[in-house]
């Protein structure tokens, strides 16, 4: 250790040169100088990260539009279209190419003709407009009903101890068999459809979210928080349910292609909807499966609800990890 000092003479500077007077401001003292960090914000600049998001994305907004907008620019009438060329037996059936030979060559005929002359192409993606519509619709309805309830149940010990009970009973019966029953007791229609899959589909939601609760509800900040008399809901929406934003996200890209999965099976089996599914499109197809030169009407629609599946399962579970605040380092 030096400690020889040092004469400040023989720098030959003034004292106002040397030294100079700061001043003292509380909020300055104060100031955090890193960036400021916006969740969202982070959240998809990791996400758009990987190249393979965006192509997916890309793909997903591809399926919307077909499903969406394309019948709807062509004028899809599901009651007229599919019976225009009925009486026509030349129209049955077809192949791309045959199907383009005799009716023209544009887009609707890309994938055929199916057992009522219609064009596959245009059937397919107005199918995949009510699957979709329909996995949708019962997702929103869920996970909303289970995420409110399964925060309340994770809190509340008289809600936990009666929906435990409930849980237990419900649980055990099996998820398609319910939504069976409940199809052949009502109409098989479309509300009827996202009323089955809604009427227990929150339960299993409820207590994952429950027992997420149970884990992060007595941690310290919480804890914290309840004895300066912070109310249970504030800690809830405030404390609890932004830190279990990634689970849910996750969550919700298992739940989105469920439901397809189930409209699918159930009509293939005949209890699904009357409209004009994928499903329906699959179910009233499959005698083409193994006939020759017909595959095409039964591997098609297949083939667009599985990559409907899994473009919603992978955009679902990678923003779910892009969610996570431990990946914005």
């Not at 000092?5 to 030294?19: A, G, R, T």
């Not at 199809?183 to 089955?196: D, E, G, K, N, Q």
């Not at 006939?291 to 899994?310: D, M, N, Q």
Request: aromatic share 12%; hydrophobic share 50%.
């Amino acid at each position: 250790m030096n400690d020889q000092l040092i004469d400040l003479n023989e720098f030959q500077l003034s004292d106002e040169e040397l030294f100079s007077v700061v001043d003292h401001d509380e909020l300055a003292s104060e100031r955090i100088t890193a960036p400021r960090y916006s969740y969202w914000h982070s959240v998809f600049r990791v996400f758009f990260r990987k190249k393979i998001n965006i192509v997916i994305l890309a793909l997903l907004a591809v399926i919307v539009v077909f499903a969406y907008v394309y019948p709807a620019v062509i004028g899809y009438d599901p009651e007229v279209d599919p019976f225009m060329n009925l009486l026509d037996s030349e129209s049955k059936h077809l192949g791309p190419t045959q199907a383009m030979d005799k009716f023209g060559h544009n887009i609707h005929w890309v994938l055929g003709s199916g057992a009522k002359g219609e064009s596959t192409f245009d059937a397919i993606w107005y199918g995949s407009s009510i699957s979709l519509s329909l996995a949708l619709i019962c997702a929103l309805i869920n996970m909303t009903v289970g995420v409110i309830i399964g925060a309340v149940w994770g809190f509340s010990k008289k809600v936990d101890i009666f929906m435990t009970e409930v849980y237990n009973v419900i649980a055990n019966v099996p998820y398609i068999l319910l939504i069976s029953v409940l199809v052949l007791i009502l109409s098989p229609s479309f509300w009827t459809m996202v009323f089955a899959l809604t009427v227990t589909g929150w339960l299993g939601i409820a207590y994952f979210i429950r027992t997420q609760v149970i884990i992060i509800r007595d941690r310290e900040y919480n804890l914290a928080s309840r004895c300066l008399g912070t109310p249970i809901l504030r800690i809830a929406t405030k404390n609890i349910l932004p830190f279990m934003t990634s689970v849910i996200v996750t969550l919700l890209a298992t739940e989105i292609p469920s439901y397809i999965s189930y409209e699918v099976f159930l009509s293939y089996i005949g209890m699904g909807l009357k409209d004009m599914s994928l499903g329906k499109l699959i179910e009233s197809a499959k005698d083409a499966m193994s006939t020759r030169g017909w595959e095409l009407e039964f591997w098609s629609p297949v083939a667009i609800a599985s990559i409907i599946a899994v473009v919603l399962y992978v955009v679902g579970q990678n923003l779910g990890d892009a969610s996570d605040p431990r990946t914005h380092m």
